[in-house]
């Protein structure tokens, strides 16, 4: 009893090990990321469809999510503005 126990761990891992080096291949980050923007997409679908309150925090959240993760291009281009206005 104690060595199937073992084995189904042992499989568990093996299933495991093999997911993790997906995830860590190319072909899993361009998977994972699709895969993410297929579920916000989805997100804001739902959060623009209904009025009910649910569907406004959802998008609001999404809204704070989309800021914060832009935030790093909308600065660099703010910065480029900012010297094309300066250098003009």
Do not use: C, W, Y
């Amino acid at each position: 009893m104690p060595e199937e126990h073992i084995e189904q761990l042992k499989d568990e891992k093996d299933k495991f090990h093999d997911l993790k080096v997906l995830k860590e291949s190319k072909g899993g980050e361009i998977l994972i990321a699709t895969v993410t923007q297929d579920i916000l997409n989805t997100m804001r679908k739902l959060g623009a469809r209904d009025k009910d309150p649910l569907s406004a925090t959802l998008k609001a959240n999404l809204d704070l999510l989309a800021l914060l993760m832009g935030a790093k291009e909308n600065e660099e281009a703010v910065d480029e503005m900012i010297k094309d206005t300066l250098s003009a």
